[in-house]
Each structure stands twice: as structure tokens, then as C-alpha cells.
């Protein structure tokens, strides 16, 4: 490729990046802008008075609801509750699950196939009937019971992705540490699972994005002690304010996104290796 044609490839992947990150850049100085401000025409890029704005959006979005704030700290906990047990407990029971798939060839060749089929299946077509059982179980309203959901639906995603990712390691490397002496379990664990490593860390990464975003289940399953972000941020817009309250949005917004980003950065080499 000539020089021309590479600049302009780069102005354009340069264009293109700016245009995706123009949103994100501009919520973040909106989390540091008062009302007025943010509704200010024309624009304000630089805030004026960032240290009320910390006060009137961070501290209200993130306060809890006993010391005048909007709950956001509570919400953010419960979240993270939520989405670290449910990423946990799938990959320990689909590690297993997805080895025994590709090594054993449980189930025939249409097992895989129907756990699969599970995840296609609409959330709005179960969720009445959870939440008439968790009813009955006195599960609603807690994190115990958002998690066995979220571990349901994620389960046979990261099944079918687990094997996809085992059946990519030669058995022969297997049947070399059996020749020496490993039983199948230290074989799995010593040979096996850290090859698998990139596999499991992308998996894990789209457990917990699932977890941490999703709503239909949080909305109908949750009242009041268990309150996810998903579902306390479209609340905020008039939350006991006549104007809208666009910092607080955008606060709880920001906060959001963090969890997936940090976990995004410290996997990176496992994600690249595993895409």
C-alpha cells in the first residue's frame, strides 16, 4: 500500500473513531456541567463550576436514598453482586460441562444443539412464569434470585462457547499427560484449561456483560431492596425533580460503563487470543 492510500485509511479510521467516541466524550463532561449548562445553547464543552456540578450530579446520583441520594452506590453493588456470582457460576458448571461434550461426546452429536436452543428462547416467554415460582419460593426482590435466572440464560451460552474452544485443543496433548501419569481430572487441569484460558476469560466477559445490562428480569423479578442500574437509570430523568436530571442520568451512565471497561482492559490479551 502507498503512502496516499494509507493517510487517507488512517484519516478515516481517524474520523470514524472520533465520530464513536463524540457521545461518550460528550457524557462524560455532561457529568460535570450543572442543568443548566448541559441544556445551554449552544454548547458548553468546558464546565464553568465543576465542583457543584460534582455535588448536584455524583454525589445525589450516587448517594443513598437515607442520606438524600438517588441510590445509585446501592444499585451499583447489587449489580456487581449479581454479575461477579452469576459469571462465577457458570463458568464452574460449564467448564466441566463443555469438556465433557468434546472429550466424552455426551449427549450424541444433538445435545449440543438443544442446550443451545435454550438461549434462543425469548426472556418475555418465562418471565411470569419465574416470577409466579420465585413468588411461591420468596425469591423476589433478591439477589439469589436474579442470579439463578441470569445463570439459566447464560449457562448454555457459555456451554456451546466453551466447546467450541476445547474442541480447538488436540486430545493427543491430553493423552500425553494420561501416558504420564495424570488422571483425567489433572490432565483437564493442568494440560487442558490453561490452553482453554483466552476462551474461558471471552466467556466470562459476555456473562457478566449480560448480567450487567440486562433488564427485563431485574424489572420484573426486583421492588425495592434489589435495584440494578439498568433499572434505576431511566428512573432518574424525573426522579422527584420537576426538570429533568440529566447529570444524575449521566453519572449513573458513566459508572455503568467502568465495570466492562476495566474488565475489558486486565482481559485483553485473552480476549484477542480468544477472538
Wanted: net charge positive.
Amino acid at each position: 500500500m502507498g503512502r496516499a492510500p494509507r493517510l487517507l485509511s488512517l484519516v478515516a479510521l481517524g474520523c470514524l473513531v472520533v465520530f464513536s467516541l463524540l457521545p461518550v466524550l460528550w457524557m462524560l463532561l455532561s457529568t460535570l456541567k450543572l442543568n443548566i449548562e448541559i441544556f445551554s445553547d449552544p454548547p458548553v464543552w468546558i464546565p464553568g463550576n465543576v465542583g457543584q456540578a460534582l455535588e448536584q450530579n455524583w454525589w445525589l446520583a450516587l448517594a443513598s436514598r437515607t442520606e438524600g441520594g438517588l441510590g445509585g452506590i446501592n444499585s451499583t453493588l447489587d449489580s456487581l453482586v449479581i454479575a461477579v456470582a452469576n459469571t462465577v457460576l457458570v463458568i464452574l458448571i460449564a467448564t466441566p460441562a463443555a469438556y465433557a461434550l468434546v472429550r466424552f461426546k455426551t449427549g450424541g452429536k444433538h445435545l449440543p444443539i438443544w442446550i443451545l436452543s435454550q438461549r434462543i428462547l425469548p426472556p418475555i416467554a418465562v418471565v411470569i412464569p419465574y416470577f409466579l415460582l420465585f413468588r411461591q419460593l420468596d425469591l423476589l426482590d433478591t439477589h439469589l434470585g436474579l442470579i439463578l435466572v441470569y445463570v439459566t440464560f447464560n449457562l448454555p451460552l457459555a456451554i456451546w462457547l466453551l466447546r467450541g474452544f476445547f474442541s480447538d485443543i488436540p486430545g493427543e496433548v491430553e493423552e500425553a499427560a494420561l501416558v504420564g501419569g495424570c488422571s483425567r481430572f489433572q490432565a483437564m487441569r493442568r494440560v487442558t484449561l490453561p490452553l482453554a484460558l483466552p476462551g474461558v476469560a471471552v466467556t466470562m466477559l459476555f456473562c457478566f456483560i449480560f448480567a450487567w445490562n440486562e433488564f427485563l428480569f431485574a424489572i420484573m423479578l426486583t421492588q425495592r431492596r434489589v435495584v440494578t442500574l439498568p433499572v434505576i437509570i431511566p428512573g432518574l430523568l424525573y426522579a422527584g425533580a420537576v426538570e429533568p436530571r440529566f447529570g444524575p442520568l449521566f453519572t449513573l451512565t458513566t459508572v455503568s460503563l467502568l465495570p466492562i471497561l476495566v474488565t475489558s482492559f486486565f482481559l485483553q490479551k485473552y480476549i484477542i487470543r480468544g477472538l
